[in-house]
């Protein structure tokens, strides 16, 4: 006899369940969000493990060995740095990211490193099967370990998983893949929060890596309930510009390594390219003797980065000056130009600003501060500053510098690319243990006596 089926409504916005509608969401307060979908009156969902009910069990905490954590190193430096040295076992990483970013890409590339180790199982629910062979037979992707599935009903693919046991799991993507009992449309709320449970339970009980595929909505956050970021190891976002080849792999969330550290890669006709020195690859193509342009260092993770900031200060043709900012944070923007008009006499009310970040990075540390303000003081005395000159350091409200962690890790990158000079917080040359000889230090106190060195 087919089990009865029940409504009930869901938010779209927060995944909160009703037996009946209601006009405001309990849950996030959001006006008419509840959507009616039918579900089994059964208790919970049918899963692809075994019938049989076991007792659950605990054991002592001294008793668990990390000895046996697997990992499996890709080879790819760049993904295994953002991971924390590698793809754990029975992991569930979630890859988010915009259209046409590289996300499908990578994952071959991984099938591509580790093909002749493991047995993979790559699950397509946008490409067909040939369509994927198309783009292997470009990355190099031949082996017979790697098996293709064009599949979106996810019981079925999890049974899959549990008859033949790979040793790792892609799932491209989430949004197209359906629980059977659920009546709702595939990318749901309610399919996406399930199919994800099934998948965690499934690689977690049989300790396989999983790697889910997720798509983002216009507001460039990872289409789907919140709570799916939540039970998954781990959350990798691929970030860059349609119109620029560089392509930057940020760790949102990791249970099993930092948070803070960024793989870049290079999009090309043969996939996604590792960039080893991505402070040299930002540098490039840089313009002597232009007003405007300075250079800073920012930590991402363990990682230093030199990147180029370019300030533009021109008179306005309208009423109101324009204030814009790429790659950098717009009431940052706004703070620094009030803290220059205030403490130093310096006018930006009828002029337009503008501030651009080169190469696509985002500058969120407010070591940049310093940078930022030089190249608008730089833009708007039309005075260029030494290209061998580098500048960090964050700057408080009354005008003042004050100090930013790892100096000396900023320092040995910015002399390894050859700087001569570089102007840092007063309060930061104490952190200096190891001085290179080929750098000139200038410690400021101030905004004023840093740009008294640009003059």
Known sequence: MAAKQKSVFVCSECGFESAKWLGKCPGCDAWNTMEETLVSA???????????????????????????????????????RVLGGG????????????????????????????????????VSGEESAMQIKMRAERLGVESDSVSIMTETDIIAICEYIHSTKPDLVMIDSIQTMHHRE????????????ESTNLLLKTGKSLGIPIFIVGHVNKGGDIAGPKVMEHIVDTVLYFEGERNQSY????????????????????????????????????LS?????????????????????????????TATGFGNARRTATG???????????????????????????????????????????????????????????EKLIAFGE??????????????ARLNEAARLGFTRC?????????????????????????????????
């Open 87 to 122: 793809i754990v076992g029975g992991s569930v990483v979630l890859l988010s990211g915009d259209p046409g970013i590289g996300k499908s890409t990578i994952l071959l590339q991984v099938c591509n490193a580790l093909q002749k180790k493991l047995n993979i199982l790559y």
């Open 247 to 282: 392509r930057i792999l940020r760790g949102i969330k990791n249970r099993f390594g930092s948070t803070n550290e960024i793989g870049v890669f290079e999009m090309t006709e043969a996939g996604l390219c590792e960039v080893e020195n991505p402070s040299a690859m930002l």
């Open 395 to 408: 700057i408080g409200l009354s005008g003042e510098l004050r100090s930013v962690p790892r100096v000396q």
């Open 182 to 193: 659920l009546s709702s449309s595939a990318g749901s709320i309610v399919q996406v929060r």
């Open 285 to 313: 193509g840089r313009m002597s003797n232009v007003s405007g342009g300075c250079i800073t260092c920012v930590i991402e993770g363990t990682r230093p980065i030199l990147a180029e900031v370019q300030g533009l200060v």
């Open 42 to 80: 059964t208790k919970g969902f049918p899963t692809a493990t075994a019938s049989s009910v076991s007792l659950a069990s605990a054991k002592p905490l001294s008793e668990i060995s990390l000895a046996d954590e697997p990992r499996f190193v890709t080879g790819i430096s760049e993904l295994d």
């Open 328 to 386: 950098f944070d717009y009431n940052r923007l706004n703070l620094l130009l009030a803290i220059l008009e205030k403490r130093l006499g310096l006018f930006y009310s009828n002029l337009d600003t503008y501030v651009n970040i080169v190469g696509g990075m985002r500058l969120d540390e407010p070591a940049a501060d310093l940078a930022v303000a030089l190249a608008l003081v730089s833009g708007l005395r039309d005075i260029p500053i030494d």
């Open 423 to 455: 102007i840092m917080p007063k309060a930061c040359l104490k952190q200096i243990t190891n001085c290179p000889d080929s750098i000139e230090i200038i410690g400021a106190a101030n905004l004023a006596q840093a740009i008294s060195v640009i003059k």
